[in-house]
């Protein structure tokens, strides 16, 4: 169901992008956003580096077990 909202959407800019003759800002908005979207992805793929690995430390240490335990109702 959210793939046909976001296909409507994206057709409903072309045509009006294409009926006031705005194409060239419809392409350059559409370049920002993904420029912006890989720079997001590349801030947040270190911290959620850093998280995993500390998770994973944790797991071999047994913190995660017994933080289970207290935390179990």
């Known amino acids: ?4 909202v976001w296909a409507a959407m994206i057709a409903v800019s072309v045509f009006c992008a294409l009926a006031t003759g705005r194409m060239q ?16 992805i590349f801030g947040m793929m270190g911290m959620m580096c850093a998280w995993t690995g500390l998770m994973k430390i944790a797991d071999a240490g047994g913190l995660t077990a017994i933080l289970s335990r207290l935390l179990a109702p």
Do not use: F, I
Not at 1 to 4: A, D, H, I, V
Not at 29 to 40: F, I, M, T, W
């Open 1 to 4: 169901m959210l793939n046909k």
């Open 25 to 40: 800002q419809l392409s350059e908005a559409v370049l920002a956003g993904a420029g912006n979207a890989v720079q997001l």
